[in-house]
């Protein structure tokens, strides 16, 4: 199917263990995103990607890694998974930021006890 | 330090009527701004952009206003129908210096009332 895909759709997970969050998207957009979404905070930038082989921080990096070795995917790794960071979590994809805008994924809803 | 900001948590509107929702931003290098709605369980979509260059820009029943001055835009939604209940986030971006990151603020929830 094309469009962004983000898996799993909910994660529970325990205190210090790692999990990772899958993305992909079939456009072979250049761009992709990942933004964490929490009450009070809206959507805050996690890392983003210009290209594969490229990443860079955003606002809240802490806590986690990214990598993109093929275009089309882009994971987020949390190292090791602490309350704070239960949240939901939107991989988004663009040709060209802004003027595009971001296609958003559906979101993973990340529960860390 | 929130460089945008949506003060209204949420907003009530009767059908029919005019929506108006508000954001501020405190970045003058922002020059692209976008507003995009969420509904529960779904990631955000994108609804409408306005550049800095424009003081005015419209889509159908969504128009978007800038006051680079006042550091503040508005989103108007006439009229209001109970589909447009949702979750409306504004955003910019330095569109040509940061690579075109969006910045959100953080969110005002409308309910459109029959």
């Known amino acids: 199917d094309a469009g962004i895909t983000q898996s799993p759709r909910y994660k529970i997970t325990e205190t210090g263990r790692q999990v990772t969050l899958m993305c992909h998207q079939t456009?072979?957009?250049?761009?992709m995103f990942w933004y964490r979404q929490d009450l009070g905070h809206g959507l805050r930038l996690i890392y983003y990607?210009?290209?594969?082989?490229?990443?860079d921080k955003g606002e809240v990096p802490d806590g986690y890694v990214v990598s993109r070795s093929k275009t089309e995917n882009f994971p987020l790794t949390l190292e090791s998974a602490t309350r704070s960071q239960t949240s939901v979590y939107f991989c988004?994809?663009?040709?060209?930021?802004?003027?595009?805008?971001?296609?958003f994924g559906s979101g993973t809803r990340l529960t860390v006890v | 330090d929130q460089q945008v900001k949506q003060n209204s948590p949420s907003l009530s509107v009767q059908e029919g009527r005019i929506s108006i929702l508000n954001c501020d931003y405190t970045?003058?290098?922002?020059?692209?701004f976008l507003w995009y709605k969420k509904y529960p369980a779904e990631g955000p979509t994108f609804l409408i952009s306005?550049?800095?260059?424009?003081d005015k820009n419209e889509d159908g029943r969504f128009t978007v206003f800038l006051n680079k001055s006042a550091k503040h835009l508005s989103l108007h939604i006439v009229p209001s129908q109970p589909g447009d209940s949702a979750v409306y986030f504004c955003?910019?971006?330095?569109?040509?210096?940061?690579?075109?990151?969006?910045?959100f603020g953080q969110g005002t929830e409308l309910s459109v009332k029959p």
């Open positions: 988004a994809s663009s040709p060209i930021p802004p003027n595009y805008g971001y296609t």
């Open positions: 456009w072979s957009h250049s761009y």
């Open positions: 990607s210009a290209a594969a082989d490229i990443t």
């Open positions: 970045n003058s290098m922002f020059d692209y």
């Open positions: 306005i550049s800095s260059i424009k």
């Open positions: 955003a910019a971006s330095e569109a040509y210096n940061q690579g075109g990151k969006l910045i």
